[in-house]
């Protein structure tokens, strides 16, 4: 097996008048997985599309294994795509499908059966050898894409929405099944998702994106804790952005309600807003120093728990966990832990 790194620098991408990607520029080091998250309409497929050498470059470079490959064709890349739907040849058995890539490079005999083999192996699908697409389950296809994208041994795998394809109740074990086949594999790549979760759980780094720009880049812990922005710290934490003003050293929120602790991470009198792990807001009995008031609007049973959405006015609102019973209408005091406290 070989593998290479992914260096693009100042890429754009344009469909008509419109720019769907504008100067990004990020590297993926050999062997790792980089997660690429944004709402849809960001330009995150597009900028995969461009990878692949599926749509042109208006601008800048792609440079795979320290080769510029900005104007080759798809073929001349050498990646292995996994595309959305899988993109399987249904008249074709599981073999078959896994050998197509090393076909089309008259690649010898001896060696396509060696390498199916090894693929088969990989991705647990020896016993189904024999079976055409539609004999398999959806998990089952995804393992047939993966093998046939690796099966040519390619410099960088590229998978668009590899999960999105499967029933939701599929997701979660499927997630933890791909982690592990990419670990296994070793091969640098590239992985679309919307999905926040995917993100987090399959990329060593994940870059998000904001309307065609590259807003961060970096490890998921990172992202997770220390978003460099209020759209990071939206779409991919689900955090709680509040305006920020200062009485002194301390900080406020909610028109002077939430005091914080003044041992939060912030710089004194420093300027954003301030980023509220809700995950580790908690509630707490009575009306006790820096907590605040919330209104429960709503309250779900979730077995050992009652997830409960919280409203704190203007328009600010948030879901908490609860233990004991509450009252949709009632209100709860909310406290939280000084470390949970970002200014972004």
Not at 9 to 20: C, K, L, M, P, Q
Not at 46 to 74: E, F, Q, W, Y
């Amino acid at each position: 097996m070989t593998t290479a790194g992914l260096a693009i620098e100042n890429i754009a991408v344009d469909y008509g008048s419109t720019r769907a990607n504008q100067d990004i520029t990020l590297s993926v080091p050999a062997g790792e997985v980089l997660a690429l998250i944004g709402p849809s309409g960001c330009g995150k497929s597009t900028l995969l599309r461009a990878i692949a050498g599926l749509v042109p470059v208006a601008t800048g470079s792609v440079t795979i294994g320290g080769r510029d490959v900005t104007r080759l064709s798809p073929a001349q890349r050498n990646i292995g795509l996994v595309p959305q739907n899988y993109a399987m040849f249904p008249h074709l058995s599981v073999n078959e499908n896994i050998a197509y890539g090393l076909r089309a490079r008259h690649a010898a005999k001896a060696h396509i059966a060696e390498r199916v083999d090894e693929m088969l192996e990989l991705t647990r699908l020896t016993e189904f050898a024999q079976r055409r697409p539609d004999a398999l389950s959806g998990g089952q296809r995804q393992r047939v894409a993966l093998a046939r994208a690796l099966a040519v041994d390619p410099d960088l795998v590229l998978m668009d929405e590899p999960l999105s394809a499967l029933d939701p109740q599929l997701r979660g074990g499927l997630r933890r099944e791909l982690a592990a086949l990419i670990a296994d594999a070793g091969y640098t790549t590239i992985i679309v998702t919307h999905d926040q979760g995917e993100a987090l759980a399959l990329g060593d780094r994940i870059a998000t994106l904001e309307r065609g720009r590259l807003v961060q880049h970096a490890v998921p812990a990172e992202l997770w804790n220390a978003p460099e922005n209020a759209f990071v710290a939206d779409f991919l934490a689900g955090a709680l952005l509040l305006d920020v003003t200062w009485d002194g050293d301390v900080p406020t929120a909610l028109d002077g309600r939430w005091r914080f602790d003044p041992s939060a991470r912030l710089a004194p009198q420093a300027p954003g807003r301030l980023l509220v792990r809700a995950d580790s807001l908690t509630i707490v009995p009575g009306d006790e120093p820096g907590t605040v008031a919330a209104t429960v609007t709503a309250a779900e049973f979730a077995g050992d728990t009652t997830r409960l959405r919280v409203a704190f006015g203007d328009g600010v609102e948030c879901d908490v966990l609860a233990e004991g019973p509450v009252t949709v209408g009632g209100t709860v005091a909310l406290a939280l832990p000084p470390e949970a406290v970002h200014l972004v």
